[in-house]
């Protein structure tokens, strides 16, 4: 399989982009990845450097024109370390820039636009996205995604673009920020410095569909390269997992001593959703893609990259997070 051209990863240095970037590489498509700041060591694609929430229309447009894309996907609007009062500007503004960008080109490209599972707000518990019939989110994350998501659907639905909408799910896997809640987690066991850690978080009462980063990066790539257009499909695994047990696995996976503190107010929430699960379906007759790897695998393919990072860094000298 091959994209029509270059794909552009709009945020491709971002959790999710970074390994989408990495998946399209994979399969010989020429990528480039576009963000306000470089990435970490020197991947093998091409990067250029641009600030998505603050550049013109105009200016995104030539970019997008220089690079000959076929393909755009949209990565732009990460919920970690924002305030409610940045979402919009962080999670919406770029993506309606984007569309008048795209409005700009000659020869428009496929847009992937990739949302949240936050944009359906609160879920019955036991439930999944099949059985929502209504985007209602509660958080000013969710508004601006949805708000997002809308717009692109709008322009698949008049004919003025083709593409397809992703709504991804919790991700975890190597690369989780330190912001997330496996990052936080990661950090207060490895600041006991081989003691007995205690690790204090916000009450872990959320149930919520983990996907690994990696299974949802293949997702983008096969929408990416897939001909069907004007859809919305959920990406997750299917299964909906009790937070406490995420955290429990990532220290038994780490081998040290640990014991969980929950306490209200000390500013680890991870969400305010209590409930998470995405029907897998619509993805596997869309795009043939279903998840492969389970959340054990993607705990530890977490676990082993964050200690190798900070050994690197312990290395170089420089400070921890």
């Not at 919790?170 to 997330?180: H, K, L, W």
């Not at 978080?201 to 001909?227: I, K, M, N, Q, T």
């Amino acid at each position: 399989m091959s994209a029509n051209g270059t794909v552009v990863v709009l945020g491709g240095t971002g959790f999710l982009g970074r390994h989408v970037c990495a998946a399209l590489h994979e399969r010989g498509v020429e990528v480039v990845s576009v963000a306000r700041g470089a990435p970490a060591g020197l991947p093998p694609w091409r990067f250029l450097a641009l600030d998505l929430v603050s550049a013109p229309s105009g200016e995104l447009a030539r970019v997008l024109g220089g690079t000959g894309a076929g393909v755009v996907v949209n990565a732009v609007g990460s919920i970690w370390g924002r305030r409610d009062d940045q979402m919009w500007e962080a999670a919406a503004v770029p993506t309606l820039r984007l569309l008048d960008a795209l409005a700009l080109l000659p020869a428009r490209p496929r847009l992937v636009h990739l949302g949240s599972v936050l944009e359906y707000g609160r879920m019955r518990e036991g439930s999944s996205t099949a059985a929502v019939t209504e985007a209602r989110p509660t958080s000013a994350y969710g508004r601006a995604k949805l708000a997002a998501t809308r717009a692109v659907l709008d322009r698949f639905h008049t004919g003025e673009l083709t593409g397809m909408v992703l709504r991804i799910s919790n991700i975890a896997g190597p690369g989780s920020p330190d912001v997330s809640l496996l990052g936080q987690v990661a950090g207060q066991l490895l600041a006991a410095r081989g003691g007995p850690a205690v690790i204090r978080l916000d009450p872990l009462l959320a149930h919520r569909d983990y996907v690994d980063v990696r299974d949802a990066a293949e997702a983008v790539v096969a929408a990416a390269l897939s001909p069907r257009s004007g859809e919305l499909v959920d990406i997750g695994s299917g299964e909906s997992t009790s937070v406490r047990a995420l955290v429990d696995l990532l220290i038994e996976r780490s081998g040290l001593p640990a014991v969980v503190e929950e306490h209200s107010g000390t500013g680890r929430q991870h969400s305010t959703e209590t409930w998470s699960c995405v029907d897998t379906g619509p993805a596997w007759r869309a795009l043939g893609w279903r998840p492969r790897r389970p959340l054990t695998e993607a705990v530890e393919a977490y676990w082993r990259e964050f200690t190798e990072r900070r050994d690197v860094a312990t290395r170089k000298g420089e400070p921890s997070a």
